[in-house]
């Protein structure tokens, strides 16, 4: 079975940082772009960072770029999202999502349950 | 940044009615990059179209996608009790991609 394990959230201090982390299992890791998607409190999707299967292409919604890093571990199957100077408007349910392809244009077809970040002081 | 537009935000239908929910694109969606998903309250989405038309695996045929370009359209044939949810589009050809801001299919 395929599944998305996510953890690393919690409560953070504004300006704090968080590694999220998601355990991949049931598919060969290594050959598939991998994204984290957030949902804000009573709010829509928005979509955060996707990583090629290969590592070589790394792409950020402006509202992260240069704070957030997406990175990944095939050795472990795992991805990760390394948040730093977190702000208020953080704040939501990050979720791991497996993409239907190697390549980074693809839609995401399985997702994992989420874990809750919150940056308050 | 392609802005993904759904209407209506809220559709109230009863079991068995048919729902059609629309999401335009502020700018042609790259090869039809177009996919939905559901989302039920305290869950995770669930991809149900890709590709504007093509119903992912497990996806009951009651689900159907069409459009192109800048129109896009889900269609649920039949309402059962357990399709009231959330509907988000998504486009995924360009970058940044983008959700639209998600259409409710309540029970009326």
């Known amino acids: 079975e395929v599944q998305l394990v996510e953890s690393g959230g919690g409560l953070v201090q504004p300006g704090g940082s968080l590694r999220l982390s998601c355990a991949a299992s049931?598919?060969?890791?290594?050959?598939?772009?991998m994204t984290w998607v957030r949902q804000a409190p009573g709010k829509g999707l928005e979509w955060v960072s996707s990583?090629?299967?290969?590592?070589?292409?790394?792409y950020y919604a402006d509202s992260v770029k240069g704070r957030f890093t997406i990175s990944r571990d095939s050795s472990q199957s795992t991805l990760y999202l390394l948040m730093n100077s977190l702000r208020a408007e953080d704040t939501a349910l990050y979720y791991c999502?497996?993409?239907?392809?190697?390549?980074?244009?693809?839609?995401?077809?399985?997702w994992g349950k989420g874990t809750t970040v919150t940056v308050s002081s | 940044e392609i802005v993904l537009t759904q209407s209506p935000g809220t559709l109230s239908l009863s079991p068995g009615e048919r729902a059609t929910l629309s999401c335009r694109a502020s700018?042609?969606?790259?090869?039809?990059?177009l996919a939905w998903y559901q989302q039920k309250p305290g869950q995770a989405p669930r991809l149900l179209i890709y590709?504007?038309?093509s119903r992912a695996t497990g996806i009951s045929d009651r689900f159907s996608g069409s459009g192109s370009g800048t129109d896009f359209t889900l269609i649920v044939s039949r309402l059962e009790p357990e399709d009231f949810a959330v509907y988000y589009c998504?486009?995924?050809?360009?970058?940044?991609?983008?959700f639209g801001q998600g259409t409710k299919v309540e029970i009326k």
């Open positions: 999502a497996k993409n239907f392809a190697s390549g980074i244009y693809s839609n995401m077809d399985v």
């Open positions: 049931g598919f060969t890791f290594s050959n598939y772009a």
């Open positions: 990583f090629s299967s290969s590592g070589s292409s790394a």
């Open positions: 700018q042609s969606v790259s090869s039809s990059y």
């Open positions: 590709g504007a038309s």
């Open positions: 998504q486009q995924y050809g360009t970058s940044p991609q983008t």
